[in-house]
């Protein structure tokens, strides 16, 4: 089985460049994206007055998640992420589906957040921009690592600025009211779950720093310290933005929202907010995006090493040190779709995938001994039962859709097993 070489200076090798804060900047560009603005008021709905402890059940999984994360990057510093874990923990299948899952539904989350950038710049010509977005951030990445991590930087510091706008006209304003954070009887187990699945999609950027390890310096030190970081500033923002929101909406109006932020500015008798909103859902997007692209262009240049994939896109740029021409597929396969198809309302196979792919995670923590930092045995058992309680506490339409992506990529690696015994 082919793997990178950690030796400096051989060409197929990405350039370690990443310090704490660049890979701290791009956890959060992934977590503090588009999701703030839209996640809020579906979790709602299916929560009710439970919204927060659907919050705080998602970030009790995004936890475990990250630290089992965040052990096996520290000893596996390749791009590739989970699929390289599983890989060398559990097997190739199994490193494989969840490359897999996370390609084919990393994808259309690229193309859904691109369209989304577009929706909030110009709805007349959402397919445009969305392809043109698609077109300039590819090429960013192409400039090199440090450059998608500066544009993140600038990208996180505008949407901060734009939510602590929103959460300080709301809890200012006279018509906050504290009892509207009360749980009340409408709150259901099912909800709550359903709630934490959909909100628990907020949090999964900080796989994006595990996936970038080969291009982290000191990752041993680097990645355990930058994911959880990461994590807990995303905590701590979409707990205060939740409680500004709810406070001014309550659930029922939260629920019925449908550009909450805009509508919790509205409520606080802040109008002059809502284009200032707008143009932060669309810069969130746009980072969101980013993240996205940079995160599927290095599980393909890992898949394709083993030749899971077409082997010609594991070429390194020689002077850029990026996979260049993983990179430019996946904008070309994004950009396409963005220009065809709305996918928006289409990619419940995303969020069941996802989920598959930290099972998958934690799972290969389980199989760390403690001399190759095994994190508590409680963290990757949590971990695996909550992905799973979450992928299939999702809408019948997401499970039965993410499923038929899972079952379509085993068929896959079957027929291509199969073949190469016959030949």
Not at 71 to 100: C, D, I, K, N, Q
Not at 106 to 118: N, P
Not at 170 to 178: F, I, R
Not at 383 to 389: D, F, Q, V, Y
């Amino acid at each position: 089985m082919s793997k990178p070489s950690t030796a400096g200076g051989v060409p197929d090798e990405l350039r370690r460049r990443l310090g704490v804060s660049d890979a701290v900047v791009i956890g959060l560009g992934s977590m503090i994206g588009a999701g703030i603005f839209a996640a809020l008021a579906p979790a709602a709905r299916a929560a009710g007055s439970g919204l927060l402890l659907g919050l705080a059940l998602a970030a009790v999984v995004a936890y475990c998640n990250a630290t089992s994360s965040a052990r096996l990057a520290a000893r596996y510093p390749a791009s590739g992420g989970t699929y390289v874990y599983g890989r060398e923990r559990l097997g190739a299948f199994w490193g494989y589906l969840a490359g897999w899952g996370f390609v084919v539904g990393k994808t259309a989350s690229c193309a859904a957040m691109a369209l989304t950038v577009g929706s909030y710049v110009w709805p007349g010509q959402a397919h445009a921009v969305a392809v043109a977005a698609v077109v300039a951030l590819t090429a960013v990445n192409y400039a090199g690592v440090r450059k998608s991590a500066l544009l993140t930087r600038v990208i996180v510091a505008v949407v901060l600025a734009v939510l602590a706008a929103v959460v300080a006209a709301a809890l200012t304003s006279g018509t906050a009211d504290a009892s509207r954070l009360d749980v009340g009887s409408d709150t259901t187990v099912g909800g709550v779950l359903q709630a934490a699945g959909l909100l628990f999609f907020a949090f999964a950027g900080y796989a994006r720093i595990a996936t970038l390890g080969e291009e982290v310096r000191d990752p041993a030190r680097t990645i355990p310290r930058a994911i959880p970081i990461a994590l807990g500033i995303t905590l701590v923002v979409y707990a205060v933005v939740a409680v500004a929101v709810l406070t001014v909406l309550g659930p029922k109006g939260l629920a019925e929202a449908g550009a909450p932020l805009s509508e919790a500015a509205r409520a606080a008798g802040a109008d002059r907010l809502t284009p200032v909103v707008r143009a932060g859902a669309a810069i969130a997007a746009l980072g969101s995006l980013l993240a996205l692209i940079l995160g599927v262009s290095r599980t393909t240049l890992a898949m394709a090493r083993d030749r899971h994939l077409p082997h010609v896109l594991a070429a390194v740029h020689p002077r850029h040190k990026v996979p260049h021409r993983a990179e430019l597929l996946v904008g070309a396969v994004v950009a396409a779709v963005s220009a065809t198809t709305d996918v928006r309302g289409a990619i419940g196979f995303s969020s069941f995938s996802v989920l598959v792919y930290y099972a998958v995670a934690n799972a290969s923590a389980w199989t760390l001994t403690p001399g190759e930092g095994r994190p508590h045995r409680l963290v990757p058992a949590v971990g695996s039962a909550g992905c799973l309680g979450l992928a299939f506490a999702l809408p019948v339409s997401s499970v039965v859709s993410g499923a038929a992506v899972i079952a379509a990529g085993a068929a896959v690696y079957g027929l291509r097993r199969a073949l190469a015994a016959r030949g």
